[in-house]
């Protein structure tokens, strides 16, 4: 299962896709349950070139009673910004964000695994 996500042009927020609209919240997400129909909303996404930069598919996995996204960084950006906890979607706060915050799984890392040699 995937939802769409990318960022807004004119502030860099990190948006989602919501039936034909972007939304800044991960749980108002549409979720895609099929490879096509997330493939056809990554396909129209990417020809909205003056809202929304690099849409892409995110994988999700059911995480308590709702979603998470699978990899570490995109629960960051869901979270995001995560420089405090004290303003931003953390600070707003709501069931999703709860998710998120205590959703375990393996980090996905792009083949980059021993950075930091001891």
């Known amino acids: 299962m ?10 860099g927020e990190v948006v989602f896709w919501a039936h034909g609209r972007w939304v ?7 979720r895609f349950t099929s490879d096509e129909a997330g493939w056809a909303a990554e396909a129209k996404a990417k020809t909205e070139t003056t809202v929304v930069v690099e849409p892409y598919l995110v994988e999700i996995a ?24 004290h303003h931003g979607k953390q600070a707003d706060g709501g069931h999703d964000i709860e998710l998120i915050a205590h959703a375990s799984g393996a980090a996905r890392s792009g083949g980059r695994v021993n950075l930091i040699k001891r």
Do not use: I, K, S
Not at 80 to 85: A, D, E, I, L, V
């Open 2 to 11: 995937n939802v769409l996500t990318a960022n807004r042009l004119v502030d």
């Open 24 to 30: 800044e919240r991960f749980g108002e997400a549409e």
């Open 62 to 85: 059911e995480a308590g009673d709702g979603y998470a996204p699978v990899a570490y960084r995109e629960r960051l950006r869901a979270l995001g910004p995560t420089n405090t906890p």
